[in-house]
């Protein structure tokens, strides 16, 4: 396996937690070729459940294992993206659930020990709470709340939090449920370098995590590589996966014994995670794991609805004044004045404290701005080299330097080009918005190398950390983006017409 040699802040988000090559200790993983049904790979815990040590079973018939039914029924499976009923078998007069699916060239089978708790009324009880509870939410914002009451009621974790990713992947705690003894981490912030890229990545493919104890001892799968094509085996959809030691030594950090992670996706996109912890060791079935997952869906369904009409109460209100705009410049046969000087402005379309309209080479100002020369040298030196035509951040600062001279009116801009040459621009600007940011532990100290372990350790406290956020606007939402392009389009097929109109006067 080809680790990193050296994993620093730049390949955290290379370590290849997908062939951890190990399983967490609560159960046992089997592998098998698909085809052949032959045990290939084995977790050695095998003998502490099943009564085998486990260079005796490789090689052997799946059958000899889980009995001669219940191997034929897994015999037709061969597509990765079914996902196969989970069963029920006995094994040295021990009683497992048995979780398969098809991984590459193999059949993972995931067994965990069944435990006599589980009672198909109450099952069906929480999922008629989950539905009623998150169907009357109103807002994003409830729904947040709501959702980590009733995760905290079912599941029983210490700690539950509504984990949102921003859209550099920091993440911020907007919602959460605790016992009451312990200090809330509502509001505090965390780096994208906490939860790296294949970690998210990996809860689009398998979205409820569960990590049952810390001080778990990792159990080594035997052989280490694939007999089948001597690679090492993909453990993606595994309910075992073993967990990157950089990351129980964050949990540590943080004291936590146990935790159950979910993804919350909206539109297609992971949008945040559900957190829990417990201070101690904590389990939880295979089928409350699955009413956490039917809970997750039922959230990010909610959630992309409740956004979705956010969205469109907004769209009517901009359609209106984009509609008002388009009549005033055609009344006025001129699209500066039209958009600037009449009873709807077009800085009326956003959020925003002023804004800027350069057009054949004048320009007007609106509201505060910067003035006339920086907004100049901002678009010769910085907006007609931007390849998309819309632009947009909340740092100008950061990728304009210039900018620093009119934080107070513009740290924040959107700007689209009109036309198709690099000169003609609408802008909209923002002012900083001073921010006091918490942080859970000092994001500047947010990891260092170990040399003793020649790896990348996490920070070793994760006190409340206060930085004071400068030159920074409120963010641009997707809908005011897309109001920028919207009016945009209709600007363009006005100076289209324009041209037209002018080239046919010439005729
Ligand atoms: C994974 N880090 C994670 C996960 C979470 C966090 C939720 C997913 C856990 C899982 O799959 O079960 C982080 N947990 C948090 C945060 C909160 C929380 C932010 O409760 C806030 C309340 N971690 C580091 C550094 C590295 C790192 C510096 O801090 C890398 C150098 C790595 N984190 C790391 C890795 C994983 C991870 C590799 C994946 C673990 C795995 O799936 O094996």
Same mark, same amino acid.
């Not at 959702?147 to 993440?171: C, H, L, P, Q, S």
């Given at each position: #396996?080809?680790?990193?040699?050296?994993?620093?802040?730049?390949?955290?988000?290379? &370590?290849?937690?997908? #062939?951890?090559?190990?399983?967490?200790?609560?159960?046992?993983?089997?592998?098998?070729?698909?085809?052949?049904?032959?045990?290939?790979?084995?977790?050695?815990?095998?003998?502490?459940?099943?009564?085998? =040590?486990?260079?005796?079973?490789?090689?052997?018939?799946?059958?000899?294992?889980?009995?001669?039914?219940?191997?034929?029924?897994? &015999?037709?499976?061969?597509?990765?993206?079914?996902?196969?009923?989970?069963?029920?078998?006995?094994?040295?007069?021990?009683? /497992?659930?048995?979780?398969?699916?098809?991984?590459?060239?193999?059949?993972?089978?995931? /067994?965990?020990?069944?435990?006599?708790?589980?009672?198909?009324?109450?099952?069906?009880?929480? *999922?008629?709470?989950?539905?009623?509870?998150?169907?009357?939410?109103?807002?994003?914002?409830? @729904?947040?709340?709501?959702?980590?009451?009733?995760?905290?009621?079912?599941?029983?974790?210490?700690?539950?939090?509504?984990?949102?990713?921003?859209?550099?992947?920091?993440?911020?705690?907007?919602?959460?449920?605790?016992?009451?003894?312990?200090?809330?981490? @509502?509001?505090?912030?965390? =780096?994208?370098?906490?939860?790296?890229?294949?970690?998210?990545? *990996?809860?689009?493919?398998?979205?409820?995590?569960? #990590?049952?104890?810390?001080?778990?001892?990792?159990?080594?799968?035997?052989? &280490? @590589?694939?007999?089948?094509?001597?690679?090492?085996?993909?453990?993606?959809?595994?309910?075992?996966?073993?967990?990157?030691?950089?990351?129980?030594?964050?949990?540590?950090?943080?004291?936590?014994?146990?935790?159950?992670?979910?993804?919350?996706?909206?539109?297609?996109?992971?949008?945040?995670?559900?957190?829990?912890?417990?201070?101690?060791?904590?389990?939880?079935?295979?089928?409350?794991?699955?009413?956490?997952? /039917?809970?997750?869906?039922?959230?990010?369904?909610?959630?992309?609805?409740?956004?979705?009409?956010?969205?469109?109460?907004?769209?009517?209100?901009?359609?209106?004044?984009?509609?008002?705009l388009v009549v005033q410049i055609e009344s006025e046969g001129k699209i500066k004045k039209g958009l600037s000087e009449q009873k709807v402005l077009f800085t009326d379309l956003m959020e925003c404290e002023g804004g800027a309209i350069i057009l054949g080479g004048k320009m007007r100002l609106v509201g505060s701005t910067p003035s006339k020369k920086q907004v100049k040298r901002l678009v010769e030196e910085f907006l007609?080299?931007?390849?998309?035509?819309?632009?947009?951040?909340?740092? *100008?600062?950061?990728?304009?330097?210039?900018?620093?001279?009119?934080?107070?009116?513009?740290?924040?801009?959107?700007?689209?080009?009109?036309?198709?040459?690099?000169?003609?621009?609408?802008?909209?600007?923002?002012?900083?918005?001073?921010?006091?940011?918490?942080?859970?532990?000092?994001?500047?100290?947010?990891?260092? /190398?170990?040399?003793?372990?020649?790896r990348m350790t996490p920070r070793k406290s994760f006190e409340k950390w206060t930085q004071k956020l400068t030159g920074v606007s409120d963010p641009w939402l997707d809908y005011q983006i897309s109001a920028a392009r919207a009016i945009r389009e209709s600007l363009s097929n006005i100076i289209l017409e324009k041209q037209k109109v002018k080239i046919d006067r010439l005729n």
């Amino acid at each position: #396996i080809s680790y990193p040699e050296k994993v620093d802040m730049t390949n955290c988000d290379k &370590e290849p937690i997908h #062939i951890i090559g190990k399983s967490q200790s609560h159960g046992v993983i089997v592998a098998c070729d698909k085809v052949s049904l032959d045990i290939t790979q084995i977790g050695r815990n095998s003998e502490e459940f099943f009564g085998a =040590p486990y260079h005796e079973l490789l090689s052997k018939p799946l059958g000899a294992l889980i009995g001669e039914k219940r191997a034929s029924e897994l &015999e037709t499976l061969k597509n990765e993206e079914e996902r196969p009923e989970v069963k029920e078998v006995k094994i040295n007069d021990r009683d /497992f659930v048995m979780i398969p699916h098809i991984s590459e060239d193999s059949l993972i089978l995931d /067994f965990e020990p069944a435990r006599s708790d589980y009672n198909p009324y109450e099952y069906q009880r929480q *999922l008629t709470s989950i539905l009623n509870t998150l169907g009357s939410s109103e807002t994003p914002e409830d @729904l947040c709340a709501d959702a980590a009451k009733i995760t905290k009621d079912i599941f029983g974790y210490d700690r539950v939090m509504v984990y949102k990713f921003d859209e550099e992947w920091n993440g911020e705690v907007i919602a959460e449920e605790k016992e009451q003894d312990l200090e809330s981490w @509502l509001g505090l912030h965390y =780096p994208a370098s906490d939860i790296p890229k294949q970690s998210r990545e *990996l809860f689009m493919k398998h979205r409820v995590r569960i #990590i049952t104890n810390v001080d778990y001892e990792p159990v080594p799968i035997e052989p &280490e @590589l694939s007999p089948i094509n001597g690679e090492p085996l993909d453990l993606s959809k595994s309910e075992l996966r073993g967990v990157s030691p950089i990351h129980i030594e964050y949990l540590k950090n943080m004291k936590v014994g146990a935790s159950l992670t979910a993804a919350l996706i909206s539109n297609g996109k992971l949008w945040g995670l559900l957190a829990c912890h417990h201070y101690s060791a904590k389990y939880i079935n295979y089928y409350h794991r699955q009413t956490c997952e /039917f809970l997750t869906q039922i959230f990010s369904n909610e959630l992309t609805l409740k956004e979705t009409n956010r969205y469109i109460a907004k769209l009517e209100e901009w359609e209106s004044i984009r509609g008002d705009l388009v009549v005033q410049i055609e009344s006025e046969g001129k699209i500066k004045k039209g958009l600037s000087e009449q009873k709807v402005l077009f800085t009326d379309l956003m959020e925003c404290e002023g804004g800027a309209i350069i057009l054949g080479g004048k320009m007007r100002l609106v509201g505060s701005t910067p003035s006339k020369k920086q907004v100049k040298r901002l678009v010769e030196e910085f907006l007609s080299k931007q390849d998309d035509s819309v632009y947009f951040t909340k740092n *100008l600062t950061k990728f304009h330097e210039p900018a620093r001279e009119f934080l107070d009116v513009a740290s924040g801009i959107l700007s689209v080009k009109l036309g198709r040459s690099n000169k003609d621009f609408l802008m909209w600007f923002r002012p900083e918005v001073v921010q006091n940011v918490s942080w859970g532990g000092n994001p500047d100290k947010k990891a260092s /190398f170990d040399e003793e372990k020649q790896r990348m350790t996490p920070r070793k406290s994760f006190e409340k950390w206060t930085q004071k956020l400068t030159g920074v606007s409120d963010p641009w939402l997707d809908y005011q983006i897309s109001a920028a392009r919207a009016i945009r389009e209709s600007l363009s097929n006005i100076i289209l017409e324009k041209q037209k109109v002018k080239i046919d006067r010439l005729n």
